[in-house]
């Protein structure tokens, strides 16, 4: 059973970046493909960025593209997502899936294993 945990998130003004990582357990993590995901109040989860299980691959939210960043480091079991010039829109809790043997799917069904979020909120 692959358990992910997520950090990286807190408060950032506008403008500004951070990274949030994901450490997943087990050691066939370089099988997976990996997502991330965010979650505001009163909203659906939605498609953020993913990677494929070699990391060859990469997608993003067409919300995102150009500012956020998806990679993976399989020595660490690791999975990372740097975001740059972020916006008060921005604001979710975000959470990292997994999907076994995937390609980097934008939809949360393929994903079998998700870790318990972390919040990040970018004031104006």
């Known amino acids: 059973q692959m358990q992910l945990v997520e950090s990286g998130g807190g408060l950032v003004q506008a403008g500004g970046s951070l990274r949030l990582s994901c450490a997943a357990s087990g050691r066939t993590f370089s099988t997976y493909a990996m997502g991330w995901f965010r979650q505001s109040p009163g909203k659906e989860r939605e498609f953020v960025a993913a990677?494929?299980?070699?990391?060859?691959?990469?997608y993003y939210a067409d919300s995102v593209k150009g500012r956020f960043t998806i990679s993976r480091h399989n020595a660490k079991n690791t999975v990372y997502l740097q975001m740059n010039s972020l916006k008060p829109e921005d604001t979710a809790v975000y959470y990292c899936?997994?999907?076994?043997w995937g390609s980097g799917s934008r939809w949360a069904s393929p994903y079998d294993h998700w870790g318990q979020g972390t919040q990040v909120t970018v004031s104006s």
């Open positions: 990677i494929s299980w070699s990391g060859g691959s990469t």
């Open positions: 899936a997994a999907d076994h």
